[in-house]
């Protein structure tokens, strides 16, 4: 019986020492959802989601961005048309459209094909504008609305008043001097008075629901 127990002390010592000597792996830790709180990596925000985020892949853009839009735009119904003739999620003029190769902007996937090649473009237009990517997206932004000759009148408009043209708050400060009857004798103004209260909403109320659209769903 002595004799037995101390065979099993020895080979309980001889085990430990070579468990010194020898390193098992550690298992392998389980993956943690790091998404903030609050954010979902499946939320959904529209029926056309999986549309949006192939096309604002494509042209680099965020889709959350690309949705924000088109909420506000058409509430994500294709039927809807505005009076002066825009049509589709992205609300695009056709004769836009059509030069971006669009032949029915009413259907979803050529709508957002060519919504989200025009914001691109307009967005690349304001690179050299500012250095601001909050700024050169609410430029981009009054420029999808109004219209990019709009919006480079208001630029132009500022420069002549000595003020920073790279600040939307800025534009936004003068943008009520752009319907006085004076505004026509400059000639750096090419489209005429503009009102601008339809554009400044819009900026905003897109930029809260960008915001928005951020906290709740995964890039």
């Not at 468990?19 to 550690?26: A, F, H, K, Y």
């Not at 025009?118 to 219209?147: C, I, M, V, W």
Request: aromatic share 8%.
């Amino acid at each position: 019986m002595v004799l037995f127990v101390l065979a099993l002390i020895a080979g309980s010592i001889l085990a430990d020492g070579l468990s010194r000597r020898i390193r098992l792996p550690e298992p392998e830790a389980e993956e943690v959802d790091t998404l903030p709180r609050g954010m979902c990596a499946n939320y959904v925000i529209s029926p056309y989601d999986s549309l949006i985020k192939v096309y604002s892949d494509s042209a680099g853009l965020d889709w959350r961005l690309v949705a924000a839009i088109i909420y506000h735009e058409s509430g994500f119904d294709t039927d809807v048309r505005s009076r002066r003739g825009a049509a589709g999620l992205m609300q695009m003029m056709p004769s836009t459209a059509a030069w971006l190769g669009a032949e029915d902007i009413t259907d979803p996937i050529e709508g957002v094909r060519v919504g989200t090649i025009y914001l691109k473009q307009l967005h690349n237009a304001y690179r050299g504008h500012t250095s601001d990517p909050e700024e050169r997206l609410k430029f981009t932004l009054a420029a999808y609305n109004a219209g990019q000759g709009r919006i480079r009148d208001c630029i132009n408009y500022a420069k002549i008043r000595g003020v920073d043209s790279s600040s939307w708050d800025n534009i936004v400060a003068l943008i009520p001097e752009m319907s006085d009857d004076a505004i026509l004798e400059i000639d750096t103004i090419k489209f005429g008075k503009f009102k601008g209260v339809e554009t400044i909403a819009y900026v905003d109320n897109v930029m809260s629901k960008y915001e928005q659209y951020k906290r709740r769903a995964a890039r």
